[in-house]
C-alpha cells in the first residue's frame, strides 16, 4: 500500500506515493537497531558530538527541500518553516556541546572506605548508559522539531540509543528528507545506516508494533492526549513495561489582574489573541483559557483585534473537521458569546473563534474546559477572588501565567499554579518554548506522562539509566569512570 | 477487625491486636496527608534537615524496643537488627546532608538573552518540587531498612512529600514503634501529624485503595514481581497515571571463571553458599544462579560447606511454605543434584538447599531459573565460552557479578552484563548494598520497574518533578531561584 500527503492549502495531493510499512518491516527496523546499538552506546563523547553535528550539517544542507516540502505539506509560512529547521540544528548542537562535555553520563565514584557506615563501603562508581532502542512518534504540528529528528529524537540519538521514528503520515515527505539527512550522517560518521530508521504509514497498527515490541526499551511521543494515553496503556500491558514519555498538551490558562488590565488593556488583548492564533492555533502551549475580570474595554479589543484575523488552514483535514465541528457545537450553546475572525475557506481552512462567557457558566460546561486544537480560545470573566478556587480545580498543565504588576501580590496563585503546571509565567504568553537547560516542557497528567521535560537538554536524561560498577580495577572500568579520566568528563568523587 | 503479629521461631503470636485499617481510615490518611503537604514542601533545606535528622534521633531513642519487636517478628539475629536501626538513622543523615546542600533541587538558571538562537530566552529558572503525597509499600524482609522509615520513606520524606506508607503484615508491631517515632519528630518541629501515617493489615485490597487513590502521586515499593507487577498494573488503570517505583527483587548471577577457581577455590564456595544463605536468604540481592566451570572440588566445597550450615526460620509461614514447596519439587526432578544444609525444624525452618547442575538441563527447565525466596541458589556448570550466550539470555537483574582473576579479559562479557544489570561486580558478592551516591539499586524489568535507584541519595529524586519559573521579578521567585540566594543552594547559571 502507498500513500500521499496532502495540501491543506489546496486538499490536493503532493509528492512521491510513499509506500507504507508492513508488520515485517517494522519488526525488521526495530531488530536491526537492536543490533547497532551497542556501537551507539560504545561512542566516545567526542564521536557522539561528531555525529550530532553531522546531522545538523546534513539537515542544514537540506533546507530548501526541506523547506518546499514542510510548507507544502502543513501550509505553514516560510519563515516558520525556517525557523523551525534552525530550532532544529540549535538543538542538535546544544546536544552535542552538552555530551561533549561528559556531563549527561552523571558520573559519581565513591571510593573504598573500610570505615564508612554503617558497614564498610567496597569502590562504587555509577554512569548513565543508554537503554538501547527508542521509539519516537512525531508530532504533526511541528514538521520538524518535534518530528523525526526533534527534540525526542535529538535526545534520545544524543544519549546513544538507536532509534526507529514514526513519521506523522501528515508531512511523510518532509520526514523523509531528514530521514536522508541522519543516514548520510551516519554513513559519514561509519556508523550502521540501521542506527536510524523511519516508518511511514496512517495504519494506528503501527502504533501498536512499535510500542509492543521487546526491543523497544522507551518510547518518545509528543502528540494527543488520546494517543498518549493509547501509548501508556500499550507500554503497561507489555510483559516488560517500558516508560513512555508522552507531552499529551495542555489548557495554559491565563490569570490576568486588574491591575494589569488598567495597566495595558489593549496590549493584553492583542497580545492573548495573538498567542492563541499563533500557528493557526495548533501549539502545544496555546493558551486556550483566559480568566479576567469583566472589563468591557478588553473584551472589545479582543474582538476587534480578532475580526482582523486570519489564519492559515490547518494541518489535516481531520484536524480542521474536528475543529470546525467543536467550535460549531460549542457556538449553538447558550450564555457564550461567540467573536469570529476572517474565515479561511480554501483547503483545510477554519474560522479563528474565541469565546466569552463567565465562571459560573464555564464551571458548569466541561467540553468548554477541553482543549481544541485550532485557532480558538475562551475568555472567562470571574473575580480575582475566584482565582484560587478556579486554579484549585484545573487538571496538570504545560503552563501557567499570571498577567499583573508589581501591585498584585501573586504568592499564592503562583504557589498554586507551580502545584499544576510544569512551568509558570509572570507577563508573558505560553507559545515559544525555549530550547535550553532551564526549560521544563510536562507537566503534571495530562499534560504529560512522565516528571521530566521534553524540551532542552535535561530532555538526554529520558533515555539513559543508572549502571553501577563495583569493585572494577582501573584497565577493565568505563573509561568515564576511570580515575585517569580519558575523556576529561565531569566526576563527582566522594 | 484486628489481627496479631506471629513470630517465626515458633509460630506463636506476638503483641498487641493491631486493628486493620478500613478503606475510610486509608482515605482519611492520604486526604489528611494531601492537605499536610505543602506545609512539607514549603521547608527550607535547614528546616528538613531537622525534621530528618530528629526521625533519625527518635529512631534511636526507639532502639531497645525496636530490637525487641523486631527480632521477635522476623526472627533476625539482634546484630541484624541493630545494624538495620544503624543503616536506617545514617540513611536519613545522609538525605539530610543532601537536603541542606540544597543539591536536591537541581537548580538551573538561563538569565533572558535578546540574542539566544533560534529566538530570544526569556528569564528562566528551573528547580525540583515535590509531588504532594508518596504511598510506600514496605518489604518483608528488612523490618527497618525498607519498612515503613526505609530507603523509599526516607527519600520521599526527604524531597518534601507527605507519606502514606503500608507496613507489612508481618512485623506490624515494629511499624508502630517507627511511626510513633515519626510522629514525635513531626511534633518536635511543629509540623502537622498528618504528614506521615501508617496503614495497617493483611487485607489485599490495601493495596489497591493506596495506589488508586487521587490523592496519591507516586508509588514506592519493595517487594516480590507479583506484587510489583500489581501495582504497575493498578497504577497504569487510573484516570491519572502515576510512576511506581518498584524494587522486585532478582537472580543476581555470578559468573566464575576457571582462573578464579584455580586461585581460590575454597573461599569462593564458601562465599558463594555463604552470601546464598544470608539472612536467611531473603535478600533481593541473593546470588541465585551460579554460572562456574565443572570443578569437582570446587562442588564439593559447596557440599561441605553447606552440609555445616542451617538459617534462622524464614519471615513468615507462607514464605517459608513456598519455599518448602518449590525446593521439593525441584529436588523430584530429574538431572539437579541436591545438596542441603542443616534443617531448621522449629517454627518457620527451612532446610537450606543448593542444587546442582549443567547449562544443557537448565536452560529447558524454567523453574530454576526463577527467583526463589529463601536460603537457595543454582549451580550451573557450562564452559567459559557459554557464558556470552548465557548473559544474553538473562532477563534484567538488579546484580550481575564476575568472579575472576587479572589473567581474565572480561570486558565483553562485562559490557554485556552491564545491559542486564543495574549494577555489576567484579570478585565480589551481590549482598550488601552500600548505601552511598554511587550505589545503583535497580536494574531493567523485573528487577525494577523504572531506571532509578531505590537505595542511595539519588533515591530521592524519584519523588520530584521539575517546574519552570519564566520571566518572574526577584521578590515573587521561589527562595533558591533568587540571585540573592539566600538558602546558598548550588545554582547552575547560564
Redesign the interface.
Known amino acids: 500500500m502507498t500513500f500521499r500527503a496532502v495540501k491543506p492549502i489546496d486538499a490536493t495531493s503532493y509528492g512521491i506515493d510513499i509506500p507504507e510499512n508492513s508488520r515485517n518491516e517494522v519488526d525488521s527496523f526495530i531488530a536491526a537497531a537492536a543490533v547497532a546499538a ?1 556501537a551507539l552506546a ?1 561512542q566516545s563523547p567526542k564521536e557522539r558530538a561528531q555525529l550530532l553535528r553531522e546531522i545538523a550539517t546534513q539537515i542544514e544542507a537540506s533546507r530548501a527541500t526541506l523547506i518546499e516540502s514542510a510548507c507544502a505539506e502543513t501550509a505553514l509560512p516560510e519563515a516558520r518553516i525556517a ?1 523551525e529547521i ?2 532544529t540544528t ?1 538543538q542538535f548542537e546544544l546536544f552535542a556541546r552538552l555530551v561533549e562535555s561528559g556531563k549527561h553520563l552523571g558520573v ?3 571510593k573504598a572506605d573500610p570505615n ?4 564498610p ?2 569502590d ?3 554512569m548513565n ?1 543508554p ?2 532502542v527508542v521509539a519516537i512518534f512525531a508530532a504533526s504540528n511541528f514538521p520538524l522539531a518535534f518530528s523525526v529528528a526533534g527534540g525526542d529524537a535529538a535526545s534520545a540519538i544524543a544519549s546513544g540509543n538507536a532509534v526507529v521514528a514514526k513519521a506523522h503520515p501528515s508531512h511523510p515527505n518532509t520526514c523523509a528528507i531528514v530521514e536522508k539527512a541522519i543516514k548520510a550522517a551516519l554513513a559519514k560518521c561509519k556508523l550502521s545506516q540501521d542506527s536510524y530508521a523511519i516508518v511511514q504509514g496512517p495504519d494506528p497498527q503501527i502504533t501498536h508494533w512499535l510500542a509492543l515490541h521487546p526491543a523497544v ?1 522507551a518510547i518518545g511521543f509528543t502528540g494527543s492526549e488520546i494517543v498518549g494515553r493509547i501509548l ?2 500499550l507500554a ?1 500491558t507489555r510483559p ?4 513512555v514519555y508522552a507531552e499529551m498538551g495542555s489548557l495554559n490558562p491565563i490569570f490576568v489582574t486588574s491591575s494589569a488590565i488598567a495597566d495595558r488593556s489593549e496590549a493584553l488583548a492583542k497580545g492573548i489573541v495573538d498567542s492563541a492564533l499563533m500557528g493557526s492555533g495548533q501549539f502545544c502551549t496555546k493558551p486556550g483559557l483566559i480568566f479576567a475580570p469583566n472589563n468591557p474595554e478588553f473584551i472589545a479589543t479582543v474582538k476587534s483585534h480578532l475580526a482582523t484575523l486570519a489564519v492559515a488552514p490547518l494541518l489535516s483535514k481531520s484536524i480542521a473537521e474536528r475543529y470546525s465541528k467543536a467550535i460549531s457545537h460549542l457556538a449553538s450553546q447558550a450564555k457564550l458569546e461567540v467573536a469570529s475572525g476572517i474565515s479561511t475557506e480554501q483547503g483545510f481552512g477554519v474560522t479563528p473563534t474565541v469565546f466569552i462567557t463567565d465562571w459560573a457558566t464555564a464551571s458548569q460546561n466541561p467540553e468548554l474546559l477541553e482543549e481544541h486544537f485550532g485557532p480558538t480560545t475562551v475568555i472567562i470573566t470571574c473575580k480575582e477572588e475566584e482565582f484560587l478556587a478556579i486554579a484549585t480545580s484545573l487538571k ?1 498543565q504545560l503552563t501557567a501565567t499570571i498577567q499583573g504588576t ?1 501591585a498584585d501580590k ?2 499564592s496563585l ?2 498554586l499554579l ?2 499544576k ?8 504568553f505560553p507559545t ?1 518554548v ?7 516542557h ?1 507537566g ?3 499534560a504529560s ?5 521534553s524540551v532542552g537538554t ?1 530532555a538526554i536524561y529520558r533515555f ?10 582501573q584497565s ?1 572500568l ?1 573509561k568515564a569512570l576511570q580515575d585517569s579520566n580519558p575523556w576529561s568528563v565531569p566526576q ?1 568523587i ?1
Open positions: 551497542p560504545q525557523g534552525t530550532r540549535v559519581v565514584i565513591d564508612y557506615s554503617p558497614a563501603r567496597p562504587l562508581r555509577k548508559a537503554l538501547g526499551k501508556v496503556d503497561a516488560e513495561p517500558i516508560p496538570g508589581d501573586p504568592e503562583l504557589a507551580a502545584q503546571a510544569g512551568r509558570v509565567i509572570w507577563n508573558g515559544g525555549a530550547v535550553t537547560t532551564a526549560m521544563n510536562g503534571p497528567w495530562p506522562s512522565s516528571h521530566t521535560t535535561d539513559m539509566r543508572p549502571v553501577a560498577y563495583q569493585g572494577f580495577s577493565v568505563p563527582s566522594n
